[in-house]
């Protein structure tokens, strides 16, 4: 009945000084238990919209946050492959270049399948656009083996021994090289041809200035300077300098442009890694 009486009582006319009371404090509500509580909601419904807006503006800022850090990451990740990229570029172009002998005009000393590492920065090496080449820094000497841009094409590269340099007066009697009337010893020429194949009597004749005259160490299967004549000096580009890998495949895998024998190539690569490679000959000084 407590209740019931408080509940009576808060309905009962007021006088006026209990209305201006009332006026200064939130209206009373009654519970079944006899306790008061407010019913004006307003303080409520203001601290639950502060809280949601706080609660908004901090996932927001945190969502900006995030995205602000995402952009960083991506800005620093561009850059750092920009500059890789760069470097790579530079090394490729400036200072060597790997690259596969597909062909077998140098057996006996580089064999096919042999992937080589080319030092291009001592030969003056060409800044694209421009074509302008560096100083050269290396003297070639007989004997040396070179990379060069193909005479009669220059889009193709070969890999060839200087045997003659430019003012030298070469001559082949019998499958012996004569460098200015002197024979020339050469412990890496492969010979399995008789003695009477044409190209083993060629000259005499004087290598002109500025001109470099190449053969390949497998004498008989070689397309060299026998055929198509000199190589200027301002054709070469590189010199081999060690074999970082080698993977005993023919000549016809290596020289195959169709795109379906070439994956299948790759795959027989992949298959057979371990058993094909020359161990022997990685990391072999030329």
């Given at each position: 009945?407590?209740?019931?009486?408080?509940?009576?009582?808060?309905?009962?006319?007021?006088?006026?000084?209990?209305?201006?009371?009332?006026?200064?404090?939130?209206?009373?509500?009654?519970?079944?238990?006899?306790?008061?509580?407010?019913?004006?909601?307003?303080?409520?419904?203001?601290?639950?919209?502060?809280?949601?807006?706080?609660?908004?503006?901090?996932?927001?800022?945190?969502?900006?946050?995030?995205?602000?850090?995402?952009?960083?990451?991506?800005?620093?990740?561009?850059?750092?492959?920009?500059?890789?990229?760069?470097?790579?570029?530079?090394?490729?172009?400036?200072?060597?270049?790997?690259?596969?002998?597909?062909?077998?005009?140098?057996?006996?000393?580089?064999?096919?399948?042999?992937?080589?590492?080319?030092?291009?920065?001592?030969?003056?090496?060409?800044?694209p656009l421009v074509h302008w080449r560096l100083p050269v820094l290396k003297t070639i000497h007989r004997g040396d083996i070179i990379v060069f841009r193909y005479p009669?094409?220059?889009?193709?590269?070969?890999?060839?021994?200087?045997?003659?340099?430019?003012?030298?007066?070469?001559?082949?009697?019998?499958?012996?090289?004569?460098?200015?009337?002197?024979?020339?010893?050469?412990?890496?020429?492969?010979?399995?041809?008789?003695?009477?194949?044409?190209?083993?009597?060629?000259?005499?004749?004087?290598?002109?200035?500025?001109?470099?005259?190449?053969?390949?160490?497998?004498?008989?299967?070689?397309?060299?300077?026998?055929?198509?004549?000199?190589?200027?000096?301002?054709?070469?580009?590189?010199?081999?300098?060690?074999?970082?890998?080698?993977?005993?495949?023919?000549?016809?895998?290596?020289?195959?442009?169709?795109?379906?024998?070439?994956?299948?190539?790759?795959?027989?690569?992949?298959?057979?890694?371990?058993?094909?490679?020359?161990?022997?000959?990685?990391?072999?000084?030329?």
């Amino acid at each position: 009945m407590l209740s019931f009486e408080l509940c009576d009582r808060a309905a009962a006319p007021e006088t006026p000084a209990t209305i201006g009371h009332e006026l200064a404090t939130p209206a009373i509500g009654c519970l079944a238990n006899g306790s008061h509580v407010p019913t004006d909601g307003s303080r409520v419904s203001t601290d639950d919209s502060r809280v949601a807006a706080t609660t908004d503006a901090a996932r927001a800022e945190s969502d900006s946050r995030r995205t602000s850090g995402i952009r960083r990451r991506l800005r620093l990740s561009t850059r750092r492959l920009v500059v890789l990229a760069a470097i790579v570029l530079g090394m490729r172009i400036f200072v060597g270049e790997a690259s596969v002998v597909p062909t077998a005009s140098m057996e006996g000393t580089i064999l096919v399948g042999d992937h080589l590492f080319m030092d291009k920065l001592l030969y003056g090496p060409e800044i694209p656009l421009v074509h302008w080449r560096l100083p050269v820094l290396k003297t070639i000497h007989r004997g040396d083996i070179i990379v060069f841009r193909y005479p009669k094409d220059v889009t193709e590269t070969f890999l060839k021994r200087v045997m003659a340099l430019g003012g030298d007066r070469l001559e082949i009697k019998n499958g012996v090289l004569y460098v200015n009337f002197q024979p020339v010893k050469e412990p890496y020429a492969v010979h399995h041809a008789p003695v009477h194949n044409p190209l083993e009597s060629w000259g005499p004749t004087i290598v002109p200035e500025g001109k470099l005259f190449v053969m390949g160490d497998n004498r008989d299967n070689s397309n060299d300077s026998r055929d198509w004549g000199f190589v200027p000096m301002s054709n070469v580009i590189g010199e081999p300098l060690f074999v970082y890998w080698s993977y005993d495949a023919p000549t016809a895998r290596w020289l195959d442009e169709n795109p379906g024998h070439k994956i299948s190539f790759y795959a027989s690569i992949a298959e057979n890694f371990f058993s094909n490679t020359r161990w022997n000959r990685t990391g072999m000084l030329l």
